[in-house]
């Protein structure tokens, strides 16, 4: 039990689990019934997909500092390298548009930049440490 419990609250599902409990908040505060609203529900549904297959790909590899462990490309990293940071954008861009609320859209366009030098300090440390192995990963797979 102790170790299910430390697997739930350890730091790799700390943001996932923030973001669930904000949606659920802004799905009871701006419900509306709209069509953009569905819309907003199935974009974040597909980021919340993308970001927790990327989570689990990892596995034992995620660190919250970008160090390389290893070089993952199974699961979701066959074809996206960085599944978590897009299925979060994803994420963050649906509950936008969900709720159509400047705060939240304008925290979503602060994470944008945040991400891509996140992503670009991540590349330095894999080429790096895997040099043309990575760069022939890199070219096989999107963003």
């Known amino acids: 039990m102790k170790e299910i419990l430390v697997k739930f609250f350890s730091i790799k599902f700390v943001d996932l ?3 669930l409990f ?4 802004a799905f009871i505060y701006f ?7 569905h819309i907003g529900i199935l974009v974040i549904t597909v980021g919340l997909l993308i970001w927790y297959l ?4 990892l596995g034992q590899h995620f660190h919250i500092f970008p160090e390389p462990k290893s070089l993952v490309t199974h699961g979701i990293y ?4 960085n599944p978590i940071y897009i299925g979060s954008f994803l994420a963050f861009a649906g509950l936008s548009i ?14 944008i930049p945040l991400q891509l030098t996140r992503i670009s300090a991540e590349e330095k440390r894999l080429i790096k440490k895997y040099g ?4 022939t990963y890199k ?3 999107w963003i």
């Open 22 to 25: 904000f949606s659920i908040f």
């Open 78 to 81: 066959s074809k996206i390298r």
């Open 139 to 141: 070219a096989q797979t």
């Open 98 to 111: 969900f709720t159509m609320s400047i705060i939240v859209i304008v925290l979503t366009l602060i994470q």
């Open 31 to 37: 419900w509306r019934n709209s069509i953009i609203q």
């Open 17 to 19: 689990v923030l973001f």
């Open 54 to 57: 990327g989570l689990r790909a």
């Open 132 to 135: 043309e192995k990575y760069l």
